[in-house]
């Protein structure tokens, strides 16, 4: 037992968010803003919004920030060293700043392939990961998992889907889980046919019906592409076997997901659309803290409703679930061709339904492999963007 004078270890958990200048980075700096006693920030970073970087740090003090474009460097550095913070640039220095002995979680907020090599930095170092980019588990789900095992490292899920089914899994780490199905709004474009979706512009689908995002998840909802990302990153999360996944379209996105036990019961997790939730969830887990988020009430929703997700209208879905039954690099083609399709279609060089048809030629054309080691990845990673930039 300690002596009433010893020094009692701290509970405040010192946080890195990598990608705070994002929807998920800021919206995680107003939790943390509003639980002074529960966290302390001591890691930021941006790729070139170095505007908001400054404007952050000056807020909540980090030890360290780093901005990945080096161009950006000087502008950072002026105006946070005489505030004692350190400033770094480049993506070598984020692989870097996850290990600093001071951390003891990193959320990894980073949008697309470009968050893997420090998610990954993260647990080599033993950090605890609060997850929100979920192409880290696209990419290299098994890689990743396999290491945070090895790491005794926790992965905590931020994806509003999967933190239901964490949630939902609380108290049952025996129990085996039958099936999950993660929930889908369905998208702006649920319901539309063949015709509206093939003349769907940018700002159309830059519009979510219930959630706010950042770009690109925001097209991704769009296409269904992301529900399918979902898909794989359930697998690795809770080492599911393809078949024991399944996505059912709720478009009042009220219910987050559901885990189906093998005794048939079913539990779900649902609350108001606010991704401060999840967010909050997994930075305080075990704990759950006290918030002022608008509360459900029943009577605003007198009915849920679920229906069959259109794989047809949305072949971006069929796609993912293809590329997860058949493995390997699978996800990784998946993911690098989407990453560039969706970005072609933000710079209005191909259509919406141009998305899924480029993925659909670059899974077909890429190297397959089996086994994939890290360094595989990578090089399947760029084999795949450049195949998808030939079809842009
Ligand atoms: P945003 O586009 O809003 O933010 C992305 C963040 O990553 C920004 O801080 C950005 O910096 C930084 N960033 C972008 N590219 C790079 C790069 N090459 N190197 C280093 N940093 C980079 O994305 P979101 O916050 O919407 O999404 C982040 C992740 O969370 C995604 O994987 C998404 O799928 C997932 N997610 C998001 C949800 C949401 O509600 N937004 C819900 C569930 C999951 P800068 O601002 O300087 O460009």
Redesign the pocket.
């Given at each position: 037992m300690p002596e009433p004078s010893d020094p009692q270890p701290s509970s405040i958990k010192h946080i890195a968010i990598?990608?705070?200048?994002?929807?998920?980075?800021?919206?995680a700096l107003e939790v943390i803003a509003a639980h002074p006693g529960e966290f302390a920030v001591e890691v930021l970073?941006?790729?070139?919004?170095?505007d908001?970087?400054i404007q952050q740090s000056l807020k909540f003090h980090p030890n360290a920030v780093?901005?990945?474009?080096k161009s950006k460097y000087q502008q950072v550095k002026d105006a946070l060293l005489p505030h004692d913070i350190k400033v770094y640039a480049g993506?070598e220095a984020?692989a870097q700043v996850v290990a600093m002995d001071t951390l003891d979680t990193v959320l990894?907020?980073?949008?697309?392939y470009?968050?893997l090599a420090?998610t990954l930095a993260a647990i080599e170092a033993g950090k605890q990961v609060a997850l929100?980019?979920?192409?880290?588990l696209v990419v290299a789900g098994e890689l990743v998992t396999s290491l945070a095992r090895q790491k005794a490292v926790n992965i905590y899920p931020?994806?509003?889907e999967h933190s239901a089914i964490f949630q939902c899994l609380a108290g049952e780490w025996d129990n085996k889980i039958e099936k999950i199905y993660l929930t889908a709004s369905g998208g702006p474009f649920r319901g539309k046919d063949k015709n509206f979706i093939n003349n769907v512009t940018k700002e159309q689908a830059l519009k979510h019906p219930n959630?706010?995002?950042?770009?690109?998840?925001?097209i991704?909802s769009a296409t269904l592409m992301?529900k399918g990302?979902e898909v794989i990153e359930a697998r690795w999360l809770f080492n599911l076997k393809p078949e024991q996944i399944d996505v059912i379209v709720h478009p009042q996105s009220i219910i987050h997901s559901i885990v189906q036990f093998v005794d048939g019961s079913m539990k779900a997790q649902m609350g108001l659309p606010d991704?401060k939730l999840?967010i909050q969830y997994a930075l305080g887990f075990p704990k759950r803290l006290p918030s002022s988020f608008p509360r459900f009430d029943f009577l605003k929703y007198p009915s849920l409703t679920f229906e069959k997700a259109d794989m047809e209208n949305f072949p971006c879905l069929p796609l993912a679930f293809e590329a997860m039954k058949r493995g390997g690099n699978a996800p990784c083609i998946l993911n690098a061709a989407n990453e560039i399709a969706v970005s072609a279609f933000l710079s209005d060089k191909i259509s919406f339904i141009g998305i899924p048809g480029l993925i659909e030629k670059v899974l077909a054309k890429a190297s397959f492999m089996a086994k994939p080691t890290y360094t595989d990845y990578v090089n399947s990673d760029k084999e795949s963007r450049e195949i998808a930039k030939e079809y842009v």
């Open positions: 990598l990608g705070s200048t994002g929807s998920i980075g800021t919206q970073t941006a790729n070139g919004n170095a908001l970087l780093v901005i990945t474009e993506e984020l990894a907020a980073i949008v697309g470009a968050g420090s929100a980019n979920k192409e880290t931020v994806d509003s959630w706010e995002m950042g770009a690109k998840i925001t991704d992301n990302l991704m999840p």
